[in-house]
């Protein structure tokens, strides 16, 4: 049961990710708009959807969960960041808010992972890059 939490835990934002990459990478309407309204179009879009793709890469791989568990909790704090503190974004950018959705709930299952891979960290620290 615990082994079908985790990847769970792992799956869900990973495909929440990569769900998202779509839209990012073609130049979506909305993407474009999103990161227009932030001042990061078309560097920031393209930026974050490449470490979105690493996170949920390294999501997926056993030895990797730590580092992007980390990866995806950061991009969604910052993907939270600017929904709570931007008006033109707001929970409910363009009336829809799925995007804040996804973001909380691929916060808590990244959350949830670093809290129960947290014994890796001080071997994470130790790496030498």
Request: aromatic letters at 10%.
């Amino acid at each position: 049961m615990n082994k079908i939490i985790t990847w769970l835990l792992r799956i869900i934002p990973a495909v929440i990710m990569l769900q998202t990459l779509y839209f990012k990478f073609t130049a979506h309407p909305q993407s474009v708009k999103l990161f227009t309204i932030l001042g990061m179009e078309p560097w920031g879009r393209i930026g974050t959807g490449v470490f979105e793709l690493i996170a949920s890469v390294l999501l997926l791989i056993n030895r990797t969960v730590l580092p992007g568990a980390l990866l995806g909790a950061g991009l969604m704090c910052g993907a939270l960041f600017f929904h709570l503190t931007n008006s033109n974004i707001g929970i409910n950018f363009d009336g829809d808010p799925v995007l804040f959705i996804y973001a909380l709930i691929t916060l808590t299952c990244c959350g949830v992972l670093v809290g129960m891979y947290r014994k890796q960290i001080p071997a994470l620290l130790k790496l030498k890059f």
